[in-house]
């Protein structure tokens, strides 16, 4: 059945727990990660950071622990090409805090697209299309100015000004999430136009693999 974007929410990580060290992450269907005395728990959300550049900053939810490892739900790893073995170690953190943003209007969405790169091989007389990976993605959306002074209006500037990793949340009616790792920027210049309300414009900017759960 299809859904409609109307009753979407938004949110983005305010706080986060001290980082951990993960020692090492397998290559399995859904990969365990080694986490000693992490404290994690089941339904968490954390962000990993790994030398794995496909999981790098990726948000994950725990799906079962262990004293010292949890297993990171719907995260393939088992493509040694894109995560050779004994090499995915980092560190992984929890996010403490979700903030939600209301009264958000005009959400845009860019980026995200399939890269191509062209050759044609000197013996050949026929093109050849590669895949290059994908494109940033960059999503926006204007807020009611009228939020100035609100927790949710001092989270994203205090995001916007440290410029730090954080993650959004996107919660749709199905109840269906999609976190997107990215850095925050709002502009506090309030934008204003005739027949519209007095908004500031807000841009999240992606720097890793989105994640995506059913409800």
Not at 151 to 168: C, F, H, K, P, W
Request: charged share 20%; aromatic share 8%.
């Amino acid at each position: 059945m299809a859904t409609l974007p109307s009753g979407t929410t938004l949110a983005v990580a305010s706080l986060f727990a001290a980082a951990k060290t993960v020692t090492a992450i397998s290559n399995a269907a859904e990969a365990s990660v080694s986490c000693s005395a992490h404290g994690f728990q089941v339904g968490d959300i954390v962000q990993l950071y790994s030398a794995w550049g496909r999981l790098n900053r990726r948000a994950v939810k725990v799906k079962s622990v262990t004293t010292d490892a949890f297993v990171a739900e719907n995260i393939d790893t088992t493509n040694l090409e894109f995560f050779p073995a004994g090499s995915g170690g980092g560190t992984v953190r929890k996010v403490t805090t979700f903030t939600q943003i209301s009264k958000y209007l005009n959400a845009n969405q860019s980026g995200g697209e399939p890269k191509k790169v062209t050759v044609r091989f000197m013996d050949e007389d026929t093109e050849t299309s590669l895949n290059d990976g994908f494109t940033a993605i960059t999503e926006s959306f204007d807020i009611d100015a009228d939020q100035f002074g609100t927790v949710a209006y001092n989270t994203l500037r205090g995001l916007s000004e440290v410029q730090t990793d954080t993650i959004l949340k996107k919660t749709l009616k199905s109840g269906t999430v999609i976190f997107t790792p990215c850095k925050v920027a709002m502009n506090e210049n309030v934008k204003m136009a005739d027949g519209s309300i007095m908004t500031n414009a807000v841009s999240i900017d992606g720097n890793g693999r989105i994640t995506r759960y059913t409800a």
